[in-house]
T-cell receptor
Framework: DAKTTQPNSMESNEEEPVHLPCNHSTISGTDYIHWYRQLPSQGPEYVIHGLTSNVNNRMASLAIAEDRKSSTLILHRATLRDAAVYYCILRVLPVMNYGGSQGNLIFGKGTKLSVKP | DVKVTQSSRYLVKRTGEKVFLECVQDMDHENMFWYRQDPGLGLRLIYFSYDVKMKEKGDIPEGYSVSREKKERFSLILESASTNQTSMYLC????????????????FGSGTRLTVV
């Protein structure tokens, strides 16, 4: 499985933008880049995902490098509620009809984001 | 609001008991997953299912079994609970990626914190 590398922890100030980096130098052409976050005492929550182009949604933006070997999750204005562990994961797109373990999410250690008031 | 519901938030069981953890999703998702989460080890995949009555082993299936008799329900069974199965258990569901793209993320439940004494 293709691996991702994230910093163990980051700090941000409230109401400032946050850029969470992820390196995935062994990504293949069919791997989608997924981001999830896990707030304390809750299950992970889907944030955003993309393949090649930058993506925006109500929660965040995803900037994907042109060579796809890295990506950055952008929270435009951090709030105290954004303090969480953020996971960057590669999801394999199966070539054939789906079956078996292709496409399963494999979680790494993630980045623990702290937000200071 | 779409949901994955886990039957219990907290559970305490005795060593040797047979334990059932239930998970129900209301999104008509084909795929369902059971993870466990432990400090320092992150989320690890126990079992998953991509169709009714279909199941496949994840990374750590030993000591566990699963049942998927209906599309919306995926049960994790601890045949004979042991103290090393004390953990947070997370259920998730998703539609599978296909050859034409990956449109969906995973939806997780809130987790069941199981303590085996």
């Amino acid at each position: 499985d293709a691996k991702t590398t994230q910093p163990n922890s980051m700090e941000s100030n409230e109401e400032e933008p946050v850029h969470l980096p992820c390196n995935h130098s062994t990504i293949s052409g069919t791997d989608y880049i997924h981001w999830y976050r896990q707030l304390p005492s809750q299950g992970p929550e889907y944030v955003i995902h993309g393949l090649t182009s930058n993506v925006n949604n109500r929660m965040a933006s995803l900037a994907i490098a042109e060579d796809r070997k890295s990506s950055t999750l952008i929270l435009h204005r951090a709030t105290l509620r954004d303090a969480a562990v953020y996971y960057c994961i590669l999801r394999v797109l199966p070539v054939m009809n789906y079956g078996g373990s292709q496409g399963n999410l494999i979680f790494g250690k993630g980045t623990k984001l702290s937000v200071k008031p | 609001d779409v949901k994955v519901t886990q039957s219990s938030r907290y559970l305490v069981k005795r060593t040797g008991e047979k334990v059932f953890l239930e998970c129900v999703q209301d999104m008509d998702h084909e795929n369902m997953f059971w993870y466990r989460q432990d400090p320092g080890l992150g989320l690890r995949l126990i079992y998953f299912s991509y169709d009714v009555k279909m199941k496949e082993k994840g990374d750590i299936p030993e000591g566990y079994s699963v049942s998927r008799e209906k599309k919306e329900r995926f049960s994790l069974i601890l045949e004979s609970a042991s103290t090393n199965q004390t953990s947070m258990y997370l259920c998730a569901s998703s539609s599978p990626p296909t050859g034409t793209g990956d449109r969906y993320g995973y939806t997780f439940g809130s987790g069941t914190r199981l303590t085996v004494v």
